[in-house]
C-alpha cells in the first residue's frame, strides 16, 4: 500500500489562484488560506499584537512629545483628542485580531494533539487484537 503524504496546503492556495475571479465562488465560506484557521494562525497574532503595541508606543509618543501636550490650551488638548482616540483604533484593532489568531491557534494545536493521541490509541488497540 502506498504511503500517505502529508498535505503541505498547495492545494488550497492552487485553488483560490485559480477561482479568485469567478463570481460567486467564495460565496459559499470559502476564503483565502492565509485565513483559514491553522497552525500558523499564532504566527500572525503574535505579529498583530506586536504591530499593535508598537502603533500604540509611537502614538503616545508623538502625542507626548506634541506642543499640545507641553504648555497648549486646553481647548488645542481637546481638539487633538478625537484624533488620538482614532488613531488609537487601529492598533487596538490589531491587538484584538492578534488575541484571536492567537486563540485560533491553540485550539487547532489542541485539536490536532487529541487527534494524533487519538489515532495512537486506536493502533494500539488494533495491534493487540
Known sequence: M??????DGMDGLVEWQDHQYD???????????IYRRGK????YGYLGIALGIFLIAVMLLV???????QGGSAADVLNALPT???GLLLPLAFIVV?????VIGKEFERS??????????????????
Open 84 to 86: 488620538l482616540a482614532l
Open 2 to 7: 502506498a504511503k500517505r503524504r502529508p498535505k
Open 98 to 102: 492578534g488575541i484571536r489568531y492567537v
Open 112 to 129: 490536532a494533539a487529541r487527534k494524533q493521541a487519538l489515532g495512537t490509541k486506536r493502533r494500539k488497540k488494533r495491534k493487540q487484537a
Open 63 to 69: 502625542f507626548v512629545g506634541s506642543p499640545l501636550s
Open 23 to 33: 463570481i460567486g465562488h467564495w460565496t459559499g465560506g470559502n476564503t483565502h488560506p
Open 40 to 43: 500558523g494562525s499564532r504566527r
